[in-house]
């Protein structure tokens, strides 16, 4: 009776322990986080066909950051009165605008999608911002020491959004989770990804990375790829 069981219930253990060890390893991996229960991708915005985010490009420097949404804080300071350290509970708290907008990398390749978030002037007048400041500057994952910047005028005239949302569904890892800058009309560098800290500043010398590297600091999708 006894080794009659063992053999189902060997072969039983040698199939379940590999789901469970791929189980234990996935949740301590820092993979990209998974579309949120409920979440439908959208197809259509405003009658305007969307590019499925299947079909959207990705462009990474030095690969994919991966940002753990429960100690994820984003720091905005510089020339502010209050600096703020916001936890990603904090962005989803704001206002959230969506708005229909196309990303076109200097490479060639272009995607339209809806993108939902935060107007950073939102976060702006939470934080202070003190009138001598005249860019944002984005420190990111990948290039802590500033990744990109825009003007304030741009960010307030075109009410620019930071998209925690890419076709209604959560930005994975890949799409540049926590946010994305939803750099309107600009060259898709301009549209930093996995934002650690905004800094507020009157340096209008600053020149990110690709615009350090001949990339038009202006970045019209329209204009000049170099400057
Ligand atoms: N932090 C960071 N942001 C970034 C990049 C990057 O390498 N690092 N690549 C940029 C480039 S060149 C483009 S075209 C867009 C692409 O955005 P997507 O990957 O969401 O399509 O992200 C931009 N934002
Ligand atoms: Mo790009």
Known sequence: ???KLLLPVAV???MILPILTACVNAA????SIPPLPGEVEA????GHKLTPISQQRNNALKGTQHIDRSTYKLTVDGLVDNPLSLSYADLQAYPQISQLMDLDC???WNFTAKWTGPALAALFDDAKVKPEAKIAIFHTADVPEGYSS???SYIYDNKIIIALKDNDITLSADRGFPFQVVAMSKFGYKWAKWITRIELSSDTGFRGYWESAGYNNNAD???PSFQ
């Not at 301590?28 to 993979?31: C, E, G, H, L, Q």
């Not at 197809?43 to 405003?46: A, D, I, R």
């Open 150 to 152: 825009l003007d304030l």
């Open 221 to 223: 999708a329209n204009g």
């Open 106 to 108: 200097v490479e060639g």
């Open 28 to 31: 301590s991996a820092p993979t």
């Open 12 to 14: 039983l253990a040698v």
């Open 43 to 46: 197809t259509e915005f405003m």
């Open 1 to 3: 009776m006894k080794s």
